[in-house]
T-cell receptor
Framework: AQSVSQHNHHVILSEAASLELGCNYSYGGTVNLFWYVQYPGQHLQLLLKYFSGDPLVKGIKGFEAEFIKSKFSFNLRKPSVQWSDTAEYFCAVNAGNAGNMLTFGGGTRLMVKP | EPEVTQTPSHQVTQMGQEVILRCVPISNHLYFYWYRQILGQKVEFLVSFYNNEISEKSEIFDDQFSVERPDGSNFTLKIRSTKLEDSAMYFC?????????????FGPGTRLTVL
């Protein structure tokens, strides 16, 4: 069965610091990859997704993620975080032969100090 | 922007009781999903639904669970006889298509507490 790991459970950064959140998955076939964000009191929202083509994907709010197939990774990055980026971030994977279900990582809580 | 809505936001029930969680997916979406997140654990897939049928379900989705689209707008999850371990946040989602690359749009969740 596929699994998704997010190794950073809690991250605290100061504003303007750079962010990288790790995501690794265990599935050898074709995958579709997603990052969702949940701001305090709000629902899960899509930040970005990858399914083919350029492995560097740009999303909303200045976020980007890089798919590295050889490392089974899809890390999320942002060059300069803002206080408003305080949220929980979830990596999710859809295995190409597993219909349309998403398998989620455990989430990373990001706190950005003003 | 259209959103998935869920009611109630919080449901408290006694063990053994039936609960129905309600969702209104985005209107032009054809695929509907339920996920749950037990406190401190990962978001887990329960079931997907298309054309009035279950298209996929996980091992969690046993005979105690059922889903229904009772009318043109609502999508419900019923838990027949709740157990303590059913306490969780339940998320409904919908997507326009059912392909793996399709974005799933999530509702705000219903927090179910079983006493």
């Amino acid at each position: 069965a596929q699994s998704v790991s997010q190794h950073n459970h809690h991250v605290i950064l100061s504003e303007a610091a750079s962010l990288e959140l790790g995501c690794n998955y265990s599935y050898g076939g074709t995958v579709n990859l997603f990052w969702y964000v949940q701001y305090p009191g709000q629902h899960l929202q899509l930040l970005l997704k990858y399914f083919s083509g350029d492995p560097l994907v740009k999303g909303i709010k200045g976020f980007e993620a890089e798919f590295i197939k050889s490392k089974f990774s899809f890390n999320l990055r942002k060059p300069s975080v803002q206080w408003s980026d305080t949220a929980e971030y979830f990596c999710a994977v859809n295995a190409g032969n597993a219909g349309n279900m998403l398998t989620f990582g455990g989430g990373t809580r990001l706190m950005v100090k003003p | 922007e259209p959103e998935v809505t869920q009611t109630p936001s919080h449901q408290v029930t006694q063990m053994g009781q039936e609960v129905i969680l309600r969702c209104v997916p985005i209107s032009n979406h054809l695929y509907f999903y339920w996920y749950r997140q037990i406190l401190g654990q990962k978001v887990e897939f329960l079931v997907s639904f298309y054309n009035n049928e279950i298209s996929e379900k996980s091992e969690i989705f046993d005979d105690q669970f059922s889903v229904e689209r009772p009318d043109g707008s609502n999508f419900t999850l019923k838990i027949r006889s709740t157990k303590l371990e059913d306490s969780a946040m339940y998320f409904c989602a919908s997507s326009e298509l059912g392909q793996g690359i399709d974005t799933q749009y999530f509702g705000p969740g219903t927090r179910l507490t079983v006493l």
